[in-house]
């Protein structure tokens, strides 16, 4: 945002243009302007000037006959306006500390109290997001009764599945190997190991197994077994097939719930030695360029699903594993049956059946002779899986009774641990007294300790203080942070979700309020891998990753981008931004670096060599690379096109808005999108389209001021390619005999041509406004709010301190937390 | 034709003071102050309908849709049977769920009423009855009856129920109609209802507690803070209510009606007086106020169930599946426009029995909300479903004519526009793009 606007500037030109029709002598359409109150914060006439704006943007005021407003004063009065209307706006904003816990966060705390990795929170709608991006923002993250009802019904669902009740179920354990022919397959029981609790399950007799399993691979008659690298092939039908090549075994009996874990016993095979071998990539248009080939790993992928009509559905147990080496070994893998498609509940068959497969994901590429594969000997398959008995998440809660207490003093300690941890404070008295009345009544009513701390618990995990995070009325009235309202806050901004036990200490001790130890704690967070979910939640919303998911690709003009393509792309902006924070690195980096994040999909795509494997890793930029920064990141330049095309009005306003925290006015009603396919554009260039645009809606002013920022983009089309030469330069020669135009005036008057000048002078003039766009948005998402005045003041307030110090993205993070110490309750 | 007595002498022992009002409303189990039920059911059969084309033999009489569209349409003989209904009923063209139009159409008998995005896997969202009966669900002793002639859920992709619940997950429907009337009417077993009893009693306690505690978390909030926590006491209130409700039932008198006016001893092999028992037990569910709330799945898409069989059953030569890919052969969209023509009698015999149902005055179709269709216009294609819809004059909707979109529309317009007329909020449904006033008077 430009410098602030006193109205004694804009007054006068009100005066000269406006005040002859709608002042002391007329008051055209009942407007008298010299009566509107100029503090829009707290006069009352905010609906008017949002009219006057929304005239001065339409460009029919001052009317046609009466004196025209030049260019610099039309935009004046915008300005300020919009600056007023800003202003007013976050004058409006309550400061609540009230919110309920996100998806994401409700999911990530239960995890962690009940120390199982079940995916709580798929069930729950999806958070809103707030007008400055943000899903923890307490005003989207509303309340229903239906939404009440699933935390209930998880709560209760999920203690089930934490406290055990009476002897371990059977255990289902089978080995299933290849059979010598393609497409048979033998499967041998597993005998009980001796450390381990549960009943192995007779599942099969001399004659036959208790149910079904058979082999669902299709393997081709020639097969040797061998895998190479395969993918999931989606059809234009619901759900998927399974990969051309893989071993796939569908069984007609499975656990629901619980834990399964999966070994498999594997090795790489195909020829290693191509690591010599010179390649010509001859992609780069006339440069041939050496390179050395790296090996190519195979990539073992275990996924479990099940049938349907058509075909499967499929869900990938974590990440693919790497698998270099080329003799066997054991890999083991471990899933919640929750988080995996199940069959429908009715009588299995063929077609409503599980499916576990296994194969390898390998990046397939057409050029390559020798591809990794991979040879399954044996895949082990035990469910449910337990470690022991009764399962730890049982004994965490209902910790050995060693001291011998009473079933009520046990009980009243299991429940002051376990609500405590919930509610992220220590529980007083009264509190624990009502708890343990609930508990009585509950435990009259049922056979077993157990199941009455079930019941218990469940209320603890339905509790508004549980699902909330939550700022007390000290005893004065004020609403101020005390030891473990900080400790929570901290904890969700960083972690999303609870604070651990050394936050936890130092708030009992009174700590963590002091401003080095605070500092000192969060640089631990950040140090903490639990910090990527920080990075992740904030980074993708941040720079609304999400678009790329909306955005529908041409899949003519660009046939490369995938699904697989997409996902890397967003995974890059996160790595990158992760590295930023980590290595405590300039917050000017993310305007232009010389470093970027890549795995082998991301780096084929920005035609970059030596980069294999799916993994991310940081990787050098140079010059000939043309990318650096998010600018070039190609999730931002693929979610800010329109699939087809770059959008520089969808770039400029990105830029403008997340970056620089400049919000140009909406757009008056009505107004149609730029459309690069409309016939009346389609042949035009994009300056001249854009021209065409602006005649069209007579918004000349604010296009202006948005689109040159997106005209420098245009060097990379809808989904990231450099298009000035190699791939980009083709598929644009298919579809334009235009070339590239990248200049642009911006509205200071510098014209900038293309993507390095422009990442050059934001460096040059906006740094000031990068910094404080960013502190406003780490600010807002820390406090989960909307800015109030008195917040934004706050985050500007920081900037001196944080310029001082190098601008470095983790001393920003800090200095946003120790803000919060004025905040703190004076006594304890 | 059947007509279900309540038995005043029950009622009237406990009240004793129901007598001079009219005699549906004296047994409502609606609170009095309520205003007269709303209800809304819906009917699905799968593999589309017999669409021939313009120059085929069979295209004037064995078109499914009207060839002409508006309020002077001439019904063809694929749905001649409803022609008694023209002023109660529209016939709706070019409507379809936007994200499954790509899709095989078989799958739509899982989406139809959810409008689910599935291209990606099949995870559904909730139904549109099932929408309705959270709120409607709370006035009746069964929030919601889900029926089909396969029963069960079935697998994926062909499911043999239309409704799924809030997590989208399919709910069983119900098949048996001496299982359905006695569970309706006969009541559950002593044992059923007291472990039923015991799940509520649990259920109203945890709340109870829960409003406590939200109540003392109030009081330590600012006020901007209560604000936002009194969202939290709302909710709580109305799961509460929900479960009071739920108890009150449990206690009740069931509304004693007349078995033996109802053919129990029909099964699917005989499909014409299996439908229509399952017919006249949801008329009698929503004349006794059981329940405001039906869906029957008539017929599952593709050749799943013994619902397949039924066109087979009746003389038109094939399953329903094959029929729909018979019409290469000679009298194949004949064939094919005979079941459509049966599967309109069906509907056409529901929508009698609601018009001659009185309630205080008002035929019981005026208050009630019936979709009648599939999810494929012609066997795979995924849209244009063929759609009536009838009923619902007293909540303003407007019938009479065929509307025919010029261009293909999503259904959730539709459906979000039953949603307001039935009173129940909602901002969107599925992937809607506005609303379908055109079917308001």
Redesign the interface.
Known sequence: MEASIPFSRVAPVFQKHCHHCHGPKKSKGELRLDRLNPDLINGKDGDRWREVLDRLNFGDMPPEGEPPLALEDRELLTDWLVQERRRAELAKN???????LTRREYELSMQELLGLNIEFGS?LPEDGRSRGGFRNN?EML?????????Y?QIAEEALEEAIVIGPPPEVHRYRLERGDKPNTLTTTSLAKPENRPGESFAYATDNRPAFRIWNMSGEKKESTGELPPSAIRRF?????KLPEHCLAIGFHRAFRTGEALVRVHVCRTGTLARQEQDVKDTRRAGVPVLQSAPPRPALLTVAFG?????GV?LTPVGEPVVIENKDFQTYELRVRMESM?L?????P?D??AAVLAVWNSARMRKDDPNPPKLKVEWIELETPFLETWPPASHTNILFTNHRGLSESDYAREVVRRFASRAFRRPLSDSELD?LMK?WR??RQ?TDTLESSLR?TL??VL????F??L????SSGGQ?RLDDYELAARLSYFLWSSLPDETLLKLAEKSQLRNPKVLAEQTRRMIRDPRSWEFIAQFAEQWLELDRLERVTVDQRRYPEFDEELAAAMRLESLHFFGEVLRHNESIFQILNSKFTFLNETLADHYEIPDVSGPHFRRVSLDESHHRGGVLTHASILTGTSDGHDGHPTKRGMWLLRNLLDDLPPPPPPNVPELDREDPKVRGLSITEALAVHRENTACAGCHRRIDPWGLAFEEYDAVGNWQRDGIGAELRRRRTKHPVQAEAELPSGVTVNGMKELQAELLRTKNDDFRRALLRKVMAYALGRSLTLNDTEVADSLATTLQQRGDRMGDLVELVVTSWVVEITKNK | MPSWKLNRRTLLRGTGVALALPWLEAMSHAAPTEDRPRRFCAFFFGNGVSLPPEKHAAYRDWHWFPHEDGADYRLTRSLEPLKPHRKDMTVLGGLSHPTSR???G??TGDIWLSGAD??R???NSISLDQLIA?KFGLHTRVPSLVLSSHG?????????TISFD??G??I?AESNPRQIFERLFEGPAEEDEASRK?VLA??R???D??L???RS?RN???R??QQ??D??L???S??ES?LVRAEDWLGRALPEVDRSKLNLDVSPKGPSDYIRTMLDLMVLAFETDTTRVATYQIGAE?GVGVCDRFPAILGFGKGHHGLSHGTGKPDGYANWGKYDRFLAEQFSYFLTRLASSNEGGHRLLDDTVALFGSGTSTTHNARNYPLVLAGGKNLGLRHGRFIRQPDERPLGDLYLTMLHQLDIPAKAFADNSGEFSEILT
């Open positions: 309550p400061t609540t500390h009230f919110r309920r069930r307490g509303r309340m229903s009764p239906l939404q009440y009802e699933m209930l234009s039908e619901a759900a998927v099940c049938t349907n009509r058509h559905e498609p069959p429908n509940m009715s009588p068959s077609r409503n009502r609930y009544e509950a009513n019941d469940s209320v339905a509790s508004p203080q699902l909330g939550a700022v007390a009325r609403q | 790509k899709l095989v078989h799958n599935i291209r896997n099949l995870d959270r069960g859920v079935g697998i994926k992709s062909r499911t043999t809030g997590q997950r399919a069983p015991k649990s259920g306690r945890r709340v507690f829960l406590e505690d939200a978390l330590r909030l600012g901007a803070d936002r926590l969202e939290f709302q909710s709580l109305e799961v929900r593709d």
